[in-house]
């Protein structure tokens, strides 16, 4: 699949944790690095996203603050 974001980072999921409708995936994506992203359970389900699994965070933003 070709995507137009250009912030694709490959790693692992280390944690896949969910709530009543979103989940909390964690993909490490080392040098001790870990990535969280909020989903859907059912984005988890279709996905058949498990934990070992390789996997890769897409970060698409309009936005990016930085605070100090």
């Known amino acids: 699949m070709k995507l137009s974001a250009r912030n694709q980072l ?8 969910k709530g009543q409708t979103t989940a909390h995936v964690q993909i490490d994506i080392g040098g001790g690095v870990i990535v969280t992203s909020s989903i859907t359970n059912e984005a988890v389900d279709d996905l058949g996203l498990a934990v070992g699994d390789a996997a890769v ?3 698409k933003a309009s936005d990016v603050m930085v605070a100090k």
């Open 57 to 59: 965070a897409v970060i």
């Open 10 to 17: 490959k790693g692992k999921i280390v944690a896949v944790t």
